[in-house]
C-alpha cells in the first residue's frame, strides 16, 4: 500500500502524519508474493473487478492510505488502487492536476523521463511501523495504466503524483521502498513521529 509518507506501499502519509502505527484493518500481509513479479490481468473481466473492488474496500481501513497494490493483499496480479488528495503541499503538487479520486489502475507502467531524482519521505504499509526520510524518487515520470471501464490513460506525472505512481508500481515487481534506500539509518519509526501532526509527504502509499 501506498501510505505514502507519499506510496505502494501502495502505498505512502500524502500531507500529514500521525503518531500511530499504520495497519489495515489490525492485519499486514508480507508474505512472499511482494517479492514476486505480478502477472497481467485481463481487461473487463469479472476477475479483475473483485480484485479492484477488494482493494477500494481495503485500502479505505487504512489511516491516510494514498494507494494500495494487489500483492499487498496477498494476490499477484497487476493492478492497484490510488488517490490524490488535495491538501497534500504545494511543493509536491504536479502543476497540472488538483487531485485524484481513487482510481483502478490496471497493468500499469511508468518510465523516468530523465535521470532526476530527489529524495523523499514515504510509508508503506507493507513495511509496518517504519517510514523512510530519504527514498529516492524520479521527479518525473512517463506512465500508462488503463481503467477498470477498459480506457487507457497515460501522461506525465511529477511530484507527488509521480511518487505514488513509482511506488505502487514498484509493487508489481517485487520492490518495496526498502530496497531504494541506501542508508537504512535513515528509515525511522511511526511512533516517533511528533504527536503534533505535520506537514509533509508521508502518507502511505501502499
Known amino acids: 500500500m501506498t501510505t505514502v509518507s507519499a506510496s505502494a506501499c501502495s502505498n505512502m502519509q500524502a500531507a500529514k502524519t500521525a503518531d500511530t502505527a499504520v495497519n489495515i484493518n489490525n492485519f499486514t500481509y508480507t508474505g512472499g508474493v511482494l517479492r514476486e513479479t505480478a502477472a497481467t490481468v ?3 473481466s469479472e476477475e479483475t473487478e473483485t480484485i479492484a473492488n477488494r482493494l477500494l474496500t ?3 481501513k487504512g489511516n491516510h492510505a494514498v494507494g494500495l497494490a494487489a500483492p499487498q493483499i496477498g494476490i499477484s496480479k497487476r493492478i492497484f488502487v490510488f488517490q490524490i488528495p488535495k491538501n497534500i503541499p504545494d511543493k ?3 502543476k497540472n492536476i488538483e ?3 481513487w482510481t483502478v489502475a490496471i497493468n500499469p507502467e511508468y518510465t523516468p523521463v530523465d535521470n532526476d531524482v530527489h529524495e523523499m519521505a514515504e510509508g508503506c504499509f507493507s513495511v509496518p511501523h517504519f517510514y523512510g526520510t530519504k527514498v529516492p524518487r524520479y521527479k518525473k515520470v512517463h506512465y500508462s495504466y488503463t481503467t477498470l ?6 501522461g506525465i506525472a511529477t511530484g507527488f503524483f509521480a511518487q505514488v505512481l513509482q511506488h505502487e508500481t514498484d509493487h ?5 521502498y526498502i ?3 541506501k542508508n537504512k539509518d535513515t528509515l525511522k519509526l511511526l511512533k516517533d513521529l511528533p504527536k503534533k501532526t505535520v506537514k509533509t509527504s ?5
Do not use: F, H
Open 179 to 181: 530496497d531504494l534506500v
Open 42 to 44: 485481463a481487461i473487463n
Open 92 to 94: 509536491l503538487k504536479d
Open 58 to 60: 481495503e485500502v479505505k
Open 149 to 154: 471501464a477498459g480506457d487507457k490513460v497515460e
Open 172 to 176: 508489481l515487481n517485487g520492490k518495496l
Open 99 to 101: 487531485s485524484i479520486p
Open 202 to 206: 508521508t502518507d502511505k502509499a501502499g
